[in-house]
C-alpha cells in the first residue's frame, strides 16, 4: 500500500487519490462480470477448476478495494488501532491468498493430467471448498502474528488507546516485524514455486508420453500451469516495490511522492487487473459464456430501442 504521507498538496492529494479510485472501480466492474457470469451459469459452480478461479478473483477484488481504502484515510483520517489493524488484517490476508490459490489451480491441473482417472474422486467441489477454507486459515496465521507481536512488545491498553496513521510501518513498528514479515513471504513464496515448478514438470512429462487428444489437453494444462508462473511474478511485483523505490528515490529524490504512488499503482493495484483478466479471457468455455451474454445484452437493448422507436 502507499506509503505516501499527508504532506502532499489538496490538488495532488485528490488526484492521485481519483485515479486510484477510478482504476480499482474498473477493476471491480470486470472482475466481477467474471464473479456474475459463474454464478449464472450452473456448470462452473460444479466444476473446481472455476471455483478455484472465481475465488482468485473475488479475493482479488477485496484486496484492492481494502487497499484503496487504506489510501483514502491516510491522505484524511487517522484511525484508533482496531478499526486499522483489521483493516490491514483483510488486506494482508487476501494479499497472501492469491498465490496459495495459484499453488492450488496448478495442483488441481496436475491430477486433471496425471491422475484422470481419479481426478472426479480427489478434486470434488465440496474437497475444493475445504481448500479454500484452509488457505484462509494459513494466511490467517501471518497477520494474526503480528498483531500478537505488539500486544506482547508493548502496552496493551496503550496500544488499544492509540491513533494512528493507518500505515503498516505505522502500525507494525516492532524490530520483530520486519524479520517476521521477510521469513513468511520466504517461506510462502518458496512453497508456491515449488509447487508450480513440479506440477509444470511432471505435466510437461506427461504431454511427452501421450498421443492424440489427451496429450492436447495435457500441453493446455502445461500452458495453464506456466500461466499461473507469470500470475505469481506478477504478484511478486509488490514485494520488490520497497527496492525499486529506494532505487528511483536515489535518483530523483525531489519526486518522492510521485515515485512512491506510480510504484504503489503499478505493483499492487494493476496486477490484480491483469492476473485473473488473462486467465479469464484465455479460458475458452469461460470467454464463450461472457460474450454470449453480454452480445445477448447488447442486442436485446437494441432490439428493445429500435421497437421504442417504431412505436406510433
Given amino acids: 500500500m502507499n506509503s505516501t504521507k499527508r504532506l502532499d498538496s489538496f490538488s ?103 491422475q484422470p482417472l481419479h481426478h472426479s474422486q480427489i478434486c470434488t467441489v465440496r474437497r475444493t471448498y475445504g481448500l479454500i477454507a484452509l488457505i484462509w486459515t494459513v494466511s490467517l496465521i501471518s497477520p494474526l502474528t503480528d498483531i500478537i507481536i505488539i500486544f506482547l512488545a508493548t502496552n496493551a491498553s496503550s496500544v488499544l488507546s492509540r491513533i494512528v496513521v493507518c500505515y503498516p510501518p505505522n502500525v507494525y513498528n516492532t524490530p520483530y516485524h520486519e524479520t517476521h514479515n521477510v521469513v513468511v513471504q520466504v517461506l510462502l513464496l518458496s512453497f508456491v514455486f515449488l509447487t508450480l515448478f513440479i506440477t509444470y ?29 507469470v500470475q505469481l511474478l506478477i504478484c511478486m511485483l509488490t514485494y520488490i516495490s520497497p527496492f525499486v523505490n529506494v532505487i528511483l528515490q536515489t535518483a530523483w529524490p525531489n519526486d518522492r511522492t510521485k515515485i512512491l504512488f506510480a510504484t504503489y499503482l503499478f505493483t499492487d493495484i494493476l496486477p490484480r487487473l491483469l492476473s485473473p483478466l488473462i486467465y479469464g479471457v484465455r479460458d475458452k468455455k469461460f470467454n464463450s459464456h461472457l460474450r454470449m451474454h453480454f452480445c445477448s445484452k447488447y442486442n436485446n437493448s437494441i432490439e428493445n430501442t429500435m421497437k421504442l422507436k417504431a412505436e406510433p
Fill in 12 to 114: 495532488d492529494a485528490f488526484s492521485r487519490n481519483f485515479i486510484t479510485f477510478a482504476i480499482v472501480s474498473l477493476i471491480n466492474c470486470i472482475n466481477g462480470s467474471f464473479v456474475y457470469i459463474y454464478f449464472k451459469t450452473e456448470a462452473f459452480q460444479r466444476d473446481p477448476r472455476y471455483v478455484l478461479y472465481i475465488h482468485l478473483v473475488i479475493n482479488d477484488m477485496i484486496l484492492v478495494t481494502f487497499s484503496v481504502m487504506v489510501q483514502l484515510l491516510i491522505y484524511t483520517v487517522s484511525l484508533s488501532f482496531v478499526p486499522c489493524c483489521i483493516m490491514l488484517l483483510i488486506a494482508v490476508l487476501t494479499s497472501r491468498n492469491t498465490p496459495l490459490n495459484l499453488a492450488g489451480m496448478a495442483v488441481e491441473r496436475y491430477i486433471a493430467v496425471c
Fill in 201 to 229: 514438470l511432471k505435466v510437461f512429462l506427461t504431454a511427452r508420453a501421450v498421443s492424440g487428444s489427451n496429450q492436447t489437453s495435457a500441453r493446455n494444462a502445461r500452458n495453464t500451469i506456466l500461466l499461473h508462473g
